[in-house]
């Protein structure tokens, strides 16, 4: 553990002195904010290319820490600072700790009680870790124990894992040097989540340039939610005291009523890793990027090879945050064409600063990992219009306003605002004085980049889960929000301006309330939900089974997704649940019959188990439900752990051998 804590800092501590030099013009908080991304980014990355030689062993660690450190000290050596933006970024130190350290302590509480936390129950987990948690788990303990690299699905061995994994790898770190799983998990996790927080409030004020509509922007980010508090209270047959009882019966997940759109915290960064490691890197890549296309010269080389870096490192960190921001940068590249037309040569030789080190770095990842399994059979990508919307429910307009609610009226009135000049800069003179202009030139040009996303998210799905288009959405939605809160906080300064101070008054009071008490009551029900994963029964045969069978041992089990032997243990299994595999484009049916006939068919168990080299077949209360005629197992194979609940029965001789 003190090796596995070392590993961690040590990453930390290289990058924040680069950090240091290369953000010098910048306040501290930037500079310390700087070199936590890009210290988790090289937590994610460095064991990488030497893991391909010598696999995922600390010797892969050992030359990764080297690097990662080499290449920082050279950064601290030799780079030239990047200049900072003539906006005051001081102004938003104490936002931060106000409001940015309130966020991040909800979301580190909720880590706490989410991530396996140990209870007389067992392993506990929260509702939005009942599931998806399982999987990347399941991707920890496999790459800690078996050291395999490229790794594989340890629920469908020989299929290569093309799954976004390196925040999985990070874990798979801290656990291969000692951590406790649950620690392994919750250690990166704190950290991203400081970054996220971090790295909003920077990209909102570098788009706003105004204290007061960050500050909105980032509440109604974090506690987003639509119209579908309604539902509760009297509207529809759930109760409002129900949301805190029932299993996804929350304001911002009721799909009954077509209610789709998840908070940000409850629902993408506590429960989907990717996510949280995707946006932890992608948002301040994002800032990097719009500092890039607002910088020139020099600078603006800087910050172009800074953003393409960190865009070209993402796509196995979080493949729809590299798409997203490659849609944006398309629509802020067109923007940039058009605006300097006549310099066109320049515009491109500008944009290959940035462009080169993206593509560079993203094609190999895209093309050893992504682009194989989504090509597989019919592939991913087809036309959809109008994402998860069941229209015969909900009109189209009133399926994005009681979804996004508040958010989704001010992007659309900040559309028509900044897209018509004339009365773009009435309302700004009228509304902003002296503040300084909300409702600009800059912000109206750079909604063409997130509404790239919105088109290409509407009209086609990348994956066989159409809903997990949101994740494009997201990254568009950020903007959005900044968007709204421009226009409210400018709304706010124009019935001020006007003696309408109560009217002024409710609209940003409204605003907070109606954009975050679906959100809230979500947040809430995650705060109180408490479900348990892991009996002690199942917890104790792990434990066995991780100190007593060899580290590449083949399991025959239930594919329940909570499934203790992939989870805990990181041994293969036959094959585990299609709630994962399926939306990964796996086929897996074959493998399905073959396990049941394991368990349930004596003449035809022992080709099966030659066939898919089984070391261990694995009963519990999930097999016994799904697999009723088991009982010809017993007195086959010989049971080397039974505490009453769960048995596991020796199949080969190299399993049998292992045991003496």
Request: charged share 10%.
């Given at each position: 553990?003190?090796?596995?804590?070392?590993?961690?800092?040590?990453?930390?501590?290289?990058?924040?002195?680069?950090?240091?030099?290369?953000?010098?013009?910048?306040?501290?908080?930037?500079?310390?904010?700087?070199?936590?991304?890009?210290?988790?980014?090289?937590?994610?990355?460095?064991?990488?290319?030497?893991?391909?030689?010598?696999?995922?062993?600390?010797?892969?660690?050992?030359?990764?820490?080297?690097?990662?450190?080499?290449?920082?000290?050279?950064?601290?050596?030799?780079?030239?600072?990047?200049?900072?933006?003539?906006?005051?970024?001081?102004?938003?130190?104490?936002?931060?700790?106000?409001?940015?350290?309130?966020?991040?302590?909800?979301?580190?509480?909720?880590?706490?009680?989410?991530?396996?936390?140990?209870?007389?129950?067992?392993?506990?987990?929260?509702?939005?870790?009942?599931?998806?948690?399982?999987?990347?788990?399941?991707?920890?303990?496999?790459?800690?124990r078996q050291q395999i690299?490229?790794?594989?699905?340890?629920?469908?061995?020989?299929?290569?894992?093309?799954?976004?994994?390196?925040?999985?790898?990070?874990?798979?770190?801290?656990?291969?040097?000692?951590?406790?799983?649950?620690?392994?998990?919750?250690?990166?996790?704190?950290?991203?989540?400081?970054?996220?927080?971090?790295?909003?409030?920077?990209?909102?004020?570098?788009?706003?340039?105004?204290?007061?509509?960050?500050?909105?922007?980032?509440?109604?980010?974090?506690?987003?939610?639509?119209?579908?508090?309604?539902?509760?209270?009297?509207?529809?047959?759930?109760?409002?005291?129900?949301?805190?009882?029932?299993?996804?019966?929350?304001?911002?997940?009721?799909?009954?009523?077509?209610?789709?759109?998840?908070?940000?915290?409850?629902?993408?960064?506590?429960?989907?890793?990717?996510?949280?490691?995707?946006?932890?890197?992608?948002?301040?890549?994002?800032?990097?990027?719009?500092?890039?296309?607002?910088?020139?010269?020099?600078?603006?080389?800087?910050?172009?090879?800074?953003?393409?870096?960190?865009?070209?490192?993402?796509?196995?960190?979080?493949?729809?945050?590299?798409?997203?921001?490659?849609?944006?940068?398309?629509?802020?590249?067109?923007?940039?064409?058009?605006?300097?037309?006549?310099?066109?040569?320049?515009?491109?030789?500008?944009?290959?600063?940035?462009?080169?080190?993206?593509?560079?770095?993203?094609?190999?990842?895209?093309?050893?990992?992504?682009?194989?399994?989504?090509?597989?059979?019919?592939?991913?990508?087809?036309?959809?219009?109008?994402?998860?919307?069941?229209?015969?429910?909900?009109?189209?307009?009133?399926?994005y306003l009681k979804n996004m609610g508040?958010?989704?009226?001010?992007?659309?009135?900040?559309?028509?605002?900044?897209?018509?000049?004339?009365?773009?800069?009435?309302?700004?003179?009228?509304?902003?004085?002296?503040?300084?202009?909300?409702?600009?030139?800059?912000?109206?040009?750079?909604?063409?980049?997130?509404?790239?996303?919105?088109?290409?998210?509407?009209?086609?799905?990348?994956?066989?889960?159409?809903?997990?288009?949101?994740?494009?959405?997201?990254?568009?939605?950020?903007?959005?929000?900044?968007?709204?809160?421009?226009?409210?906080?400018?709304?706010?300064?124009?019935?001020?301006?006007?003696?309408?101070?109560?009217?002024?008054?409710?609209?940003?009071?409204?605003?907070?309330?109606?954009?975050?008490?679906?959100?809230?009551?979500?947040?809430?029900?995650?705060?109180?939900?408490?479900?348990?994963?892991?009996?002690?029964?199942?917890?104790?045969?792990?434990?066995?089974?991780?100190?007593?069978?060899?580290?590449?041992?083949?399991?025959?089990?239930?594919?329940?997704?909570?499934?203790?032997?992939?989870?805990?243990?990181?041994?293969?299994?036959?094959?585990?649940?299609?709630?994962?595999?399926?939306?990964?484009?796996?086929?897996?049916?074959?493998?399905?019959?073959?396990?049941?006939?394991?368990?349930?068919?004596?003449?035809?168990?022992?080709?099966?188990?030659?066939?898919?080299?089984?070391?261990?077949?694995?009963?519990?209360?999930?097999?016994?439900?799904?697999?009723?005629?088991?009982?010809?197992?017993?007195?086959?194979?010989?049971?080397?752990?039974?505490?009453?609940?769960?048995?596991?029965?020796?199949?080969?001789?190299?399993?049998?051998?292992?045991?003496?």
């Amino acid at each position: 553990m003190f090796f596995a804590l070392i590993y961690f800092i040590a990453h930390l501590i290289a990058w924040g002195y680069a950090a240091q030099k290369l953000f010098a013009t910048h306040p501290q908080w930037i500079r310390l904010g700087a070199g936590g991304v890009l210290g988790a980014t090289a937590l994610m990355w460095a064991p990488v290319p030497f893991a391909f030689f010598v696999q995922f062993s600390p010797l892969s660690h050992g030359l990764g820490l080297a690097l990662s450190c080499a290449l920082a000290g050279a950064i601290y050596a030799k780079a030239r600072p990047l200049a900072a933006s003539p906006i005051n970024y001081g102004a938003m130190q104490k936002t931060l700790l106000w409001l940015g350290l309130p966020i991040f302590a909800v979301m580190a509480y909720l880590l706490h009680t989410h991530l396996i936390l140990p209870t007389a129950n067992g392993y506990d987990v929260g509702q939005s870790t009942f599931g998806d948690l399982q999987m990347h788990m399941g991707m920890v303990t496999s790459l800690a124990r078996q050291q395999i690299f490229p790794p594989e699905y340890s629920i469908l061995p020989g299929q290569r894992l093309s799954y976004p994994f390196l925040v999985n790898l990070v874990s798979s770190s801290l656990y291969q040097m000692g951590f406790s799983l649950r620690w392994s998990l919750l250690l990166p996790s704190l950290l991203m989540c400081a970054m996220i927080v971090f790295s909003f409030i920077l990209l909102a004020f570098e788009v706003s340039k105004d204290k007061r509509a960050t500050q909105l922007a980032t509440l109604l980010f974090f506690f987003n939610g639509g119209l579908g508090f309604i539902y509760f209270f009297g509207w529809h047959e759930y109760t409002f005291a129900q949301i805190l009882t029932e299993f996804y019966k929350t304001p911002t997940n009721y799909n009954e009523m077509n209610i789709r759109w998840s908070n940000v915290i409850a629902d993408m960064i506590i429960p989907q890793r990717t996510t949280m490691a995707g946006w932890s890197v992608a948002l301040f890549a994002l800032w990097a990027l719009l500092r890039f296309t607002r910088s020139e010269g020099r600078d603006k080389r800087g910050w172009g090879m800074l953003a393409g870096v960190l865009v070209g490192l993402l796509p196995m960190i979080h493949t729809h945050s590299f798409m997203a921001i490659g849609l944006i940068s398309l629509g802020w590249l067109g923007v940039d064409l058009v605006l300097r037309r006549k310099a066109i040569v320049q515009v491109i030789i500008d944009w290959c600063w940035y462009g080169l080190p993206a593509i560079g770095l993203g094609i190999g990842q895209l093309m050893f990992w992504t682009f194989q399994q989504a090509t597989a059979g019919d592939g991913f990508v087809h036309f959809h219009l109008n994402w998860v919307n069941k229209l015969e429910i909900d009109p189209y307009l009133w399926f994005y306003l009681k979804n996004m609610g508040v958010v989704y009226v001010g992007w659309l009135m900040g559309l028509a605002l900044l897209a018509r000049s004339a009365w773009r800069e009435k309302f700004a003179i009228a509304a902003d004085g002296a503040e300084g202009s909300l409702l600009d030139k800059h912000l109206a040009l750079l909604q063409l980049g997130p509404l790239v996303i919105y088109i290409v998210a509407e009209l086609i799905i990348f994956q066989p889960n159409l809903y997990d288009n949101n994740k494009l959405f997201y990254i568009w939605y950020a903007f959005a929000t900044i968007t709204a809160a421009c226009v409210i906080i400018a709304a706010f300064r124009y019935w001020l301006a006007r003696g309408r101070y109560i009217l002024a008054a409710n609209l940003v009071v409204f605003s907070i309330v109606i954009g975050c008490i679906s959100g809230g009551l979500t947040l809430a029900r995650e705060w109180v939900s408490t479900y348990t994963a892991y009996n002690p029964a199942h917890v104790a045969a792990a434990q066995f089974i991780d100190n007593n069978t060899p580290v590449d041992a083949m399991f025959v089990t239930a594919d329940n997704h909570n499934n203790t032997v992939a989870a805990l243990t990181g041994r293969n299994i036959v094959v585990g649940t299609d709630t994962y595999l399926f939306f990964h484009g796996l086929d897996t049916k074959q493998r399905h019959d073959d396990v049941r006939k394991i368990y349930e068919s004596p003449s035809e168990r022992a080709a099966l188990i030659a066939k898919y080299k089984v070391d261990y077949i694995f009963i519990s209360d999930f097999e016994r439900s799904n697999y009723p005629a088991f009982a010809s197992l017993f007195g086959l194979y010989p049971v080397i752990f039974d505490n009453g609940q769960v048995q596991v029965l020796a199949v080969s001789q190299h399993a049998q051998n292992y045991q003496r």
